[in-house]
């Protein structure tokens, strides 16, 4: 049975698996591997959702906010193994139930690969006019 839980601060035993989701998803390159990093994360984000199999993580998201007005649902991923069981959608609920109950009334997203359709029935739609920018290390 998966569990939900919210992370306040960094737990020893999930470091090394949220790193492995995070290079699964295509977002860290191996250098990018640093514990202390991802301890940054967790705590300086409006939230971070842990979904867990045990003592296996099985997918994860966070929001980062300015707690009054704005919210972004980020790196929102499930592990290839535990995908279609519906750990994704309940992810995104408990994430924005969270959200609303913080009163926080704009949330955006990047729906990264093509993988828009999965938000459209939360209620997320495209952004007219808008384009996605990203400034790269150089």
């Known amino acids: ?60 998201g966070r929001v980062i906010s300015d707690r009054a007005s704005d919210a972004y649902i980020q790196d929102l991923t499930v592990h290839p193994d535990y995908r279609r069981r519906g750990i994704g959608t309940c992810l995104v609920n408990t994430l924005l139930k969270r959200l609303q109950t913080d009163g926080i009334p704009w949330i955006g997203l990047i729906a990264e690969r093509n993988s828009f359709p999965f938000y459209i029935p939360f209620g997320f739609e495209k952004m007219p006019d808008s384009t996605p920018m990203l400034l790269r290390k150089s």
């Open 1 to 60: 049975m998966t569990i939900y839980r919210f992370l306040e601060d960094a737990q020893p035993e999930l470091l090394d698996q949220i790193i492995t989701l995070y290079r699964r998803a295509g977002w860290w390159p191996e250098e990018d591997a640093d514990p202390l990093l991802v301890a940054q994360i967790i705590k300086g984000s409006h939230c971070f959702l842990a979904a867990l199999d045990g003592q296996r993580l099985a997918g994860m």
